[in-house]
């Protein structure tokens, strides 16, 4: 069975840090792009990172660059996004995906809210 189990999430004030983790299991993890998305509250579906398969240097929306950092540990299956100088515009739930060529893997989100 295919999972992918996102962490991490929580309340934090603007300009705070949080660390997501994805747990995968199922698939064959090394093999595969690794992305997180969001979803506002009222909005649609917002690409935020993604990863090669190898690891190195991430891609990120213009959105978090710069304060966003996502990595993976394929040996253990995970991959992670550290959040630093969070702001409000932030809050949304946070999914993983993963994508190798036509498998398109998607797991629960977690919750993300800036507020003071």
């Known amino acids: 069975e295919v999972r992918l189990q996102a962490s991490g999430g929580g309340l934090v004030e603007p300009g705070g840090s949080l660390r997501l983790s994805c747990v995968a299991s199922g698939f064959a993890f090394a093999d595969y792009t690794m992305s997180w998305f969001r979803q506002a509250p009222g909005k649609g579906p917002e690409w935020v990172s993604s990863?090669?398969?190898?690891?190195?240097?991430?891609i990120y929306a213009e959105s978090v660059k710069g304060r966003f950092t996502i990595s993976r540990d394929n040996a253990n299956k995970v991959l992670y996004l550290q959040m630093d100088n969070l702001k409000p515009e932030d809050t949304a739930v946070y999914y993983c995906?993963?994508?190798?060529?036509?498998?398109?893997?998607w797991g629960h989100g977690t919750l993300v809210t800036v507020s003071s």
């Open positions: 990863i090669g398969k190898s690891g190195g240097a991430g």
């Open positions: 995906n993963a994508v190798d060529g036509p498998y398109d893997y």
